[in-house]
């Protein structure tokens, strides 16, 4: 086979939070400002969300068709059913988000698109669980559900930032450390942060499968890498170990031993090109190289160098030790990496997303990872 598989898996993100964390606006946030994107968002109780009445084509019991080529659907029942619904739509989706109730915990939900036969379809792309700045305290965290939609969000949302001040906001991230060392934190007011850095299909142009020699300008918008079946993993210390089909997902702190020769997160800029101001002060890193990375540096950096502040990455990965190409996705510290047939040259391109991130060190790390014997690994 000389080409990538042409069917890709539907990347999924469960947005999780507490009562009250602002779910249903950040929902209203993702459906009202995708442009060229599909995507489906399942809510328990969609009449909840309010849409905007402008946006709305046609809509029926269960599902509302918007303008902007989104539907929302209500799970109203069992959550396979409703995924199952939204995928066999003739038109194609390009993502779904599954909002969890205030009171679930988000793993059996992760479960459901890891253990059953929704693996075939779908790939577990992200865990984002909202905080709410005001609100959020120790009785939160000392409830079961709460604990546990810190401990397994990729990114935690610490939304309503404008009604609090900035001790408070401290504060509160002190909290969440205290829960997971190595969090993600991202600060929010409305839910409204750059959709690159939730959805997957954010960062390039779409998540369908196509060459990576396609796209010769790897900035944050315009990069058109082959990610049609990976799911982040770099799972913040808890064993979300979700690995579908041929995705290896793998602990970011506390896995060393990724023994299948495609995981590393290698980011890796031999170019200065395509470095990309975003909203927010968020800025995009693209690195490309033309020799390959050693496994093992690329996943030393994955593991001791990433830094706290990237927030997502996504790209082209090319390894002295294999000869197929990987695709790699990141949210927070879940990443995963997923291996096809190249299709073009060899290369590594990478993009990675965050805010206060130092690229030149960045680069300088990833150049590192270039391995020194070049061609001679091949298994």
């Not at 990965?317 to 040259?345: C, M, P, Q």
């Amino acid at each position: 086979m000389t080409t990538a598989p042409a069917t890709a898996n539907v990347p999924v993100t469960i947005l999780s939070g507490f009562l009250g964390a602002g779910k249903t606006t950040l929902l209203n946030h993702i459906l009202s400002n995708q442009q060229g994107v599909k995507t489906a968002v399942l809510v328990n109780e969609f009449g909840e969300i309010g849409i905007d009445n402008d946006l709305i084509v046609t809509t029926d019991e269960d599902m509302v068709e918007l303008s902007n080529g989104c539907i929302c659907c209500s799970i109203n029942g069992e959550l396979m059913e409703a995924v199952e619904r939204v995928i066999e739509r003739p038109e194609p989706l390009d993502y779904i988000v599954v909002e969890t109730t205030g009171l679930a915990d988000p793993l059996p939900v992760a479960m459901t698109f890891l253990g059953s036969e929704l693996r075939d379809q779908t790939r577990l792309d992200s865990i984002i669980t909202l905080i709410d700045a005001e609100n959020f305290d120790d009785v939160v965290l000392d409830t079961e559900v709460g604990r546990a939609q810190v401990i397994y969000g990729d990114i935690l949302l610490l939304n309503k930032c404008d009604l609090v001040s900035e001790e408070r906001l401290e504060a509160v991230e002190q909290q969440l450390r205290e829960v997971k060392n190595d969090a993600r934190i991202l600060r929010s007011v409305k839910g409204d942060v750059p959709l690159a850095l939730l959805l997957s299909v954010g960062l390039f142009e779409s998540d369908k499968v196509s060459s990576p020699a396609d796209d010769p300008s790897l900035d944050h918008s315009d990069c058109d890498h082959d990610h049609g079946h990976c799911s982040h993993d770099h799972d913040h210390g808890h064993e979300h170990d979700h690995s579908h089909g041929h995705d290896h997902t793998h602990d970011h702190n506390h896995e060393h031993g990724h023994d299948h020769g495609h995981h590393h997160h290698s980011h890796e800029h031999g170019h200065e090109h395509g470095d990309h101001q975003d909203i927010e002060g968020f800025t995009s890193v693209s690195f490309q190289s033309d020799g390959p990375f050693s496994l093992r540096k690329f996943q030393n950096f994955l593991d001791n160098q990433m830094p706290q502040e990237v927030f997502r990455a996504k790209g082209i990965l090319w390894f002295n030790e294999s000869e197929r190409r990987h695709v790699f996705h990141l949210a927070g510290k879940r990443f995963s990496i997923d291996d096809t047939d190249w299709t073009g040259d060899r290369k590594n391109q990478l993009v990675l997303i965050g805010r206060n991130i130092d690229h030149n060190t960045l680069r300088k790390q990833l150049k590192a990872c270039v391995a020194p014997d070049a061609g001679k690994g091949f298994s």
